[in-house]
């Protein structure tokens, strides 16, 4: 039976001498990227939060869910072994949070409840997202005997309590901290792929609270953007226009933006771009490793190349992936509003899945 | 490492070129003159028999100031949502004690003996501010009587008094229309 550490071990981890002699891009440069690219970003989303934040969904949201997808695959072990459980439930609450969170909106439609009833609908959802975290999180928490992880229980329960006091504001700081998610990812992945760049990478996040502070200082003075069609209105109220009246729109939609850009910028790029940047300084990749380092070859992906593994599995999921992109994009130039609405409720399945593979990074 | 500094200097100074219309100011708001939307009748009924001030509303009054509140934009501060949600509250508090509870016991559980001692004293001295806390904001203050008893001598001064009130509803059958203020007022001896 193979353990998930053994998969981990065998996808993601260069060998010591390797990573030794990989320093095609240096530490400096790389740095520099980042900088760059963050406040490139910056400046694009607050000259024009409306505009870019229409374009960057139309261009990125489904392909940096199709590679969230290889991703997670990549992750996936063959055998769940000592982490059946954690499986197990990680599958079942994504399945029931993202069906309820997808039902939510239909059932509001038919107007089965009065609107003052929906903060608690939205409380008891986020309640459920909670525990279920925390279950998450103690599970992952007994396969780590070193570590006392038992703080999840009352740190969910805390989060529980100020989710009811305000279960609007709780749902707001959901869509502005799951993008930061995929930092998170990036620095656990560094720190497997390229350690020497740890270190800078987290100087560069140390730079990031400074560039949404200088973002909040420039444009919290500005004029609200004008959200006179249904479509600008959509993307204030998404980044909580109507529940910060007193911060400008023109600020809570750049920030959001921002974050956007940058969730996914690691996705589409940092991820993806890191395993061909880890080859060997001396000469080429070999064979095998360059065919692996494609990521549309489905052999690269441990769960399809191993002798028990499913490679027709994973072949249909990506393919049924790339099919999904492209009804996205279809949908969006037919009928960008409702496609993006339709897109940010189901997308609620990615923002839940990420918390089970990055609990298993820790 | 210079370059590296030169290009985050670089970086920040581009973040800080943001647009420079950012600088305008926003014109500073008019104050808002008090709007009236209804007029109604006003009874003061001083009562030695009161604990505490009582406003009461009837029916008909009730659902004419409703009426008329309905084309009042409202903006509902956080203190008034959770006011305005007991159930909410209500288990806001219970995960709240469930995550006290827990994290008490994860504490001790995980804490040194000698650090047992500094976060029980940690949790005693929050607890006596919280105390402290709801004793000077909720109601546990004075009698709403005691501090109603200048009331005469401050009208005549023309003086404020404050004091607390209960609001009612009453049906329009016992007190007729119009809105009645239950003053607690004891005899001076």
Redesign the interface.
Known sequence: MERTANIDLAAWRSSPAALATSRQLST?VF??IL??C??LS??LA??LPLQVSVVTVFLFAGPHNWFELRYFLMRMPVRFGRSRNFFVIAFAGIGFLTLAYVSLPLLNAFSLWPDNVW??IL?SWN?LLLLWLGLLVGLRGRQKPKR?W??A???S??L????????EFFSLAIVYLHPLVALWFLDRHLRRRRPAWLRAYRVCLG?LP??LI??FW??T???ALADDNGLFWRITQHAGAQLL?NISSHALVAVHVFLEMLHYGVWLIALPLIAPLAKPATGRLSPAARKRARVWDVSSVPLARHPRGFPTLVTIALAFGVFLVAILWFGFSVDYVTTRDVYFTVAIAHVLAEAPFLLKMI | ?K??FS??IL??L???A??T??????RSPSPEKPRIVLHTSLTIVPDSKAYEGRLQISQGSLQELRAALANTPT?ES?AQ??AH?S???M??????F??????GV?LA??VQARGQKAVAALLIGTAIVGAAAIIARANAGPPGSYLWRKLPQNLSKGAPTYGGIDIEIVPDANEGPGIKLIIPMRPER
């Open positions: 400096r740095a520099g900088i760059a963050a406040c910056a400046l607050s000259w903060p608690t409380a309640t006392d038992s703080w229980i009352p740190s329960l805390g529980c309590s100020l989710n009811w006091l305000a279960p730079l400074l560039l200088g973002m420039q444009l003075r500005t004029p009246p | 490492m370059p590296f290009l985050c970086c920040l581009l973040a800080a943001m647009p219309y950012g600088d305008i100011a926003r903006n956080m949502r959770i949600s159930t909410r509250t288990l806001a508090g219970l995960f709240m469930l995550s006290l509870s827990f994290a994860w559980r995980s």
